[in-house]
């Protein structure tokens, strides 16, 4: 069975039907009698809505209806939920304005969606669209983090005075000026963490019923999380009893965080098909996506480092704000002002810390989760200043953080952001990438490159990154008398081969053969739990996978004591049987499930985890610059990775270079942009949005360390989704500013473009 | 503005004769997809950059998002799911699998045609060509590596003159 088992670099099981078109995708699905949606949306940045006239909409071919917000609004329909517990900059809980799924008042962001067409066909639904006339009186309208937070700057909600809709402090500012006051020397970086969009292939789309006779909505949808899409929608948004909500997902065409919540064509969807007593079926258009799918980072981020003469980290001082867009609904501002803040200190030993975050509101299109969350900003901000304090001292980057890395022996090891790591040899891991990526052989391959009339620079980032969000996950499983092992999941996978693992995982344990396991998810009715965001669905998901076979097999051998007319002590599991020890009397596992009561063994298992896992990494990276053109190109790349235990390391290793991918996209390709007169998105198709392309990334040489397992959890593992692209940003940035350092530069905005880079050496030689 | 007028067209689609009648702004992916039922081909984004509804029509690849129906009247187009008994398609799929070239699968059918087309074009491309051929196909779960290698290691193994390890 080991063939299987864990630490395999096996195949993944989801990979056939995905080969041959035969996955099942929200789009492919079409219901009887359907119907098809199409939103109007706000051409401005910020308007009061006057009026909405559908009279010509309505007479269109195909119209079925058309409805706005104060059609929801008159059936009781609620708003976007607000993550309880933070505060605003009065102190007071945090408020924005409520987030109804079609615009009711004003609207706050270009793209919002005001009124929805429901006709027989997509186009049809479209064409109509065109046809409601909305009456729009614009507003003034702020987009930008600076014109947020200016001095008189518009208020854009009563209860967020200075347009900060949360905010945070953490560490002690006293002690940090004290370390300040000592120092031999600080260091400072500012920059933008520019916003993103985080395009998954598969764009966002509901197909949508009501049944009359159950009194039930049915929800099909592309996203991360079903069972918490039900209650958002049952509880916050249909004001409904869960149960009364079902919602089903198929395979997902890619997540990336921006699929973890409900959104707004979602919740008119459910509502449309229960008021025109038909299907509905909804798919966002790229166009849409880009207007309407959340966005991620934008942050304007500013840090000091304070050091003794030996380089010796004193205190950190760190400032963000970030821009959540037009309202406080979703992972927004907690991303900002307590996720990123997490990792903040890194891998470094930290003595003192002032760390201040702000969220603020703005006319623009909302943040949310997209891979990484919070961590990639804070992880840039370190990274960064570790560089300029290297640069500054003249010392080589490696010695700064190694002079400074937390050690095994403090382990568990708790931060100054009251964080505690369980795991981890950094200085191991530091040693290792240095060999592998060959950091000694350095300056040679800078003389070739200089041979060829380039510019050579290199970086390295050692970095971690908290993973889980909520550190339980409920799953049931059940061997069944037909042969099978089922197992009931809410975690929904996306593209990350969970499938896969968590077979690999069950068939080990339950010393079964794989093709016996079946994964069941993506089903509200049929498993309750968080669902998979944040790199948790290994380390948690997996391990729950885990515990339960191992419950079952515990339950079985009581079972089989009974049905062997043996203790329960002498019996004895391997190969899917129980034995009487020392006999060959022995029962099937499945034989014994169709003994029992239901033909099956069923287990419902609630696996904890002691908090969060600690994936940790270092990366290096090599580029090459053409100094006539700007271009860049990245020639060598190298990690090494320490997600604990390895369940397949051909996933690992695809998840490591997805994730740099997008790393290198927010380095050197990625902007999203909005006017900042007119508010209107000027990034909004992707011929304006350059998502990486094969040509421009390098081949990545990935490899895992697995020396130090995961202390808090039984499978030992630690999340590896969102890591690469944690650690890639800097790492690229870094090395770009790391050949450009002789002629005087010391920062690049992203994205690096071969413009900026350009424009840069111009400069530099002016001066 | 949506008239009553369709059109008929005569196509090929898989090896099949197809004849429909379709309105004039009817996408070649929208009738597969909706009128044929052929949902194997994804749609990314509907304006011709992200190559996810890349199919063979006469042969070579095109984005059926940008392709209308109409202009179809009389070709011979192959999807996906056309591809199964193909052969070379095969050798592809087996390396995809080996190579972890998929994650969400969503560009994959887009990749695929693209990949046997680089696979029949160009026998002796390397790396660096293969990653310029792919360049009109986004993909955004897996960074490319596996994709490229994927199609690496089936030219590779049908060349005529295996290449020596470096
Ligand atoms: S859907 Fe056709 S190119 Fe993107
Ligand atoms: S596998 Fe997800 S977009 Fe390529």
Known sequence: MAKFGIGQAITRREDQRLLTGAGTYVDDVALPNQTHAAFVRSPHARARIVSIDATNALQLPGVVAVLTGADLQADGIGSMPINPGLKNGAGKDMSAPPYFPLATDEARYVGQAVAVVIAETRDQAEDAAEQVIVEFEELPAITTIEAAAADGAVQLWADAPGNIAAQTQFGDAKACDAAFAGAAHVAKVAFMNQRLVPVSMEPRGTVAEFDTASGRYTMRTSCQNPAGLQKTLAEGILKVPAEKVRVVVGDVGGGFGMKTQLYPEDAVCAYAAKKVGRPVHWRASRSEEFLAGNHGRDQYDEAELALDKDGKILGLRVRIVGNIGAYGSGPGAVIVVAVGPKVITGVYHIPALDLRAKALLTNTNLVGAYRGAGRPEAIYLIERLMDQAAADLKMDPAELRRRNLIQPAAMPYKTLMGEKFDSGNFPHMLDRILELADWKGYEKRRGESKAKGKLRGRAISTFLEWTGVVHEEAVRMEVAADGKVRVYTAMQAMGQGIETSYVQIISETLDIDPDRVEIVQGDSDVAQGIGSMGSRSLYIGGSAMMTASKETIEKGRSLAGDALEASSSDIEYKDGKFTVAGTDVGIDLFDLAGRQPGKRISIDTLQKVDGPSWPNSCHVCEVEIDPETGVVEIVKYTTLDDVGRVINPLIVAGQVHGGIAQAVGQAMLENTRYDPESGQLLTGSLQDYAVPRADDLPDFAQYCDESTPCKINPLGAKGVGELGTVGGTPTVVNAIVDALRPMGIQNLEMPVTPERVWQALRTAKAA | ?166
């Open chain 2, 1 to 166: 503005m949506a008239g009553k007028t369709t059109l008929t067209i005569g196509i090929e689609v898989n090896g099949e004769q197809v004849t429909h009648a379709v309105e004039p702004r009817t996408s070649l992916a929208d009738f597969l997809r909706d009128t044929l039922g052929l949902t194997g081909t994804n749609l990314g984004c509907e304006h011709g950059v992200c190559g996810a509804c890349t199919v063979e029509i006469d042969g070579a690849p095109a984005r059926s998002c940008i392709t209308l129906a109409v202009a179809c009247d009389g070709a011979s187009v192959r999807t996906t799911e056309g591809l199964a008994d193909d052969p070379v398609a095969e050798e592809l799929r087996a390396a995809f699998k080996a190579h972890h070239a998929l994650q969400c699968g969503y560009c994959t059918s887009g990749m695929l045609v693209t990949a046997r087309d680089i696979v029949m074009r160009l026998p002796e491309a390397d790396e660096a060509r293969v990653r310029v051929e792919l360049a009109g196909n986004l993909c955004r779960c897996t960074g490319y590596m596996g994709v490229v290698n994927a199609i690496v290691a089936v030219l590779a193994a049908r060349s005529p003159h295996p290449r020596q390890d470096p």
